[in-house]
Each structure stands twice: as C-alpha cells, then as structure tokens.
C-alpha cells in the first residue's frame, strides 16, 4: 500500500497516519521527494479498510501494490539499487565480472586463478569453499579451510570474494573470515531459515534462482532478506530445468528483462551453471551483457581436466581472458562500462 499525503499536512499529521499503521503491526519506507510526501506501508494490510485511512486528515491518495514482493518491487523503489562490495559497484550501468573456481582445491590452485583473472579485469573473487552437491560421495569442498584460502587470496589480490553458503550456522564464521558477497545457491533459494538469518547481516548477499523457480517465487525468496532489512541483494540468473539435456540448464535470458521491469535490485547471470559447456559461456556472456543483465559470474579453472568439481564448464584463463577483450569492446554499444 502506497500512501500520498496532502502537500499542506503537518509533519504531526502524517506521524498518526504511520503510527496507525505500526498499530497493525506494519513497518514503512519514506519515498518522498521534493513534490511529494510518499510513503510505502509494508505488511499485511488487507485487513486494513481504506475508508480509515482516509479518515485522517493527512491522506491525499491510497494505491495498493498488486505484487506479493513490496520491498523488491519497483512500485516503492523505483530507482535501481547498486550494491557497493569492497568498492566495487554492482549495478547503475556498470558490467561486473565475477571469475574463479568452481571449487577452492589448494592454496596454490586458487592464487594462479585468481592472479589470472585478475590480470584479466575480472573484480570480484569466486570459489566454492562449502559445496552442496547432488550426490553425496561428489567433493564437498575444503570448508573452512577453503575460507581460510580465499582470505589469504582477497588480501594478496585486493579482490573481494564471494562463495557460497548453505546453513544458517556458519553465517559467523563467513563473517569472522571477511566474505563480502554470500552467496545463495539454487538449492537453497527457499530455504527460508537462511534466508531470515542473511536478512539479519549486513551484507551483500547473491540469490541464485532456483532451478525450477518461477519469478515471482525468486523475487519472493528475495523478499525475505529485504524484508529482514538487508537491502544488499543480488539476483543471479543460472538457468533452469527443461526437457533437454543437451545442455545443463537453459539460460532463461528474458528472465534479465523481466527483472529489469518488476525490481530495483540488480541481476548478474552465472553462464557456466547456465549451459554446463565451456564453449557456450562466451556467447552467453554476450547475450546477458546486451539484454542489460549488471555482470556476470563465471567459473575459471587453470586444468578443467583436473577439476574437482565443473571442469566441462570452467574456462581455461585464456579462454577466459578472451571473452573479456570482446566484452569490452561490446560494452559500450550497451551503454555499459566493465
């Protein structure tokens, strides 16, 4: 529910109206500008009879938001967001690459990665230290040993890092070993505990879709960190589910636009879980760029042959470099700066 008040009403006034709605057990967001005193009740307020409300003295207008999602809504926010991580901007024109590991294997394995994206233009560090897997005997992940190792790379390479996070539980220690982005898997997209904890943080935190998730179920799952008034959110694009299996999802590109009409919140796309093929990224890496998507997360391996975990979706750094040299030459076509 949005609520205009009169251009003469008192700042008393409009306090009674916004402790009326505290009384219902609603929070608000201040939208006003210059021209006008706005505010954004949030909550549920179908209950709440629109005859009083206006009652007050101070109510000029009241438009009711039709979308489940409030905080994640343009309606109330109609400025896109731009996450700051570490210095570096997600968001408001700029086209963000985030490379590294599908899994952090060795100090050494990291730090050759990470100097070569780097080198690259990649800013943000990736690696999987906690790694959920769909079959229980697949590596796991170095767990804190992991963090520990993309610590020492954030400090050696000043580039913040982002890595995935799987339970509630080990929130403190993410925080304790400096993460900067957390990152939100497929499988977790609804796990709606963590989410209420991420929500409690004041971090960024990256929401990848759930692989069968409709939009409206992302932007909800998005909703539940907002709402626990953490604003820092970053939807990630990864594919979903079909009945093909030539690739390992399908890159839902259109899912960029539709962001981009419903939400403030900014939207990178991860091509590599997208296709599951090394020699698809590029072209999808275009494809999100000339869409509007604010950047992309891309898995980089120096011997995919030898990976862990991903390797038939890594790109060797070179590849990798490469994509780059083409990104920026398209970028600007896109109104976009890498």
Not at 25 to 50: F, N, Q
Not at 77 to 95: L, Q
Not at 242 to 271: G, M
Request: hydrophobic share 40%; net charge neutral.
């Amino acid at each position: 529910m949005i609520i205009r008040m009169k251009k003469n009403a008192t700042q008393k006034q409009i306090e009674a109206v916004l402790n009326f709605f505290s009384s219902k057990g609603c929070t608000y967001k201040d939208a006003s500008s210059a021209d006008v005193s706005l505010y954004g009740i949030i909550g549920d307020t179908k209950s709440i009879m629109e005859s009083d409300v206006y009652a007050f003295e101070a109510v000029d207008k009241i438009t009711r938001i039709q979308e489940p999602y409030k905080k994640a809504s343009k309606t109330l926010h109609p400025e896109p967001t731009i996450i700051d991580v570490s210095g570096v901007k997600i968001g408001g024109g700029t086209f963000t690459i985030m490379a590294g590991p599908c899994s952090v294997e060795s100090k050494e394995q990291l730090f050759n990665i990470a100097d070569a994206v780097k080198q690259s233009g990649a800013k943000i560090l990736r690696g999987g230290a906690y790694k959920p897997r769909t079959s229980p005997y697949a590596f796991q992940g170095l767990g804190e040993v992991g963090l520990d190792i993309l610590a020492a790379a954030k400090k050696e390479y000043h580039l913040p890092i982002v890595t995935e996070i799987y339970s509630a539980e080990l929130i403190p220690l993410f925080l304790e070993k400096g993460v900067d982005i957390f990152q939100v898997g497929a499988r977790n997209m609804q796990n709606y505990d963590l989410l209420k904890a991420l929500g409690k943080i004041r971090k960024p935190v990256m929401l990848k879709r759930g692989m069968d998730a409709t939009i409206e179920e992302w932007l909800l799952a998005a909703e539940y960190i907002l709402a626990g008034g953490n604003e820092q959110v970053i939807l990630c694009e990864r594919g979903i589910k079909t009945f093909d299996r030539y690739t390992r999802n399908c890159l839902d590109i259109q899912a960029v636009l539709a962001i981009k009409q419903l939400s403030h919140l900014p939207i990178i796309v991860d091509p590599s879980h997208a296709s599951g093929r090394y020699d698809m990224i590029e072209d999808l890496a275009k494809a999100a760029l000339v869409v509007g998507a604010d950047g992309i997360i891309v898995e980089v391996h120096n011997h995919p042959e030898c990976a862990l975990s991903d390797g038939a979706q890594s790109l060797k750094p070179e590849k990798f470099d490469h994509m780059v040299k083409e990104l920026e030459k398209l970028a600007p076509l896109c109104g976009k700066t890498l």
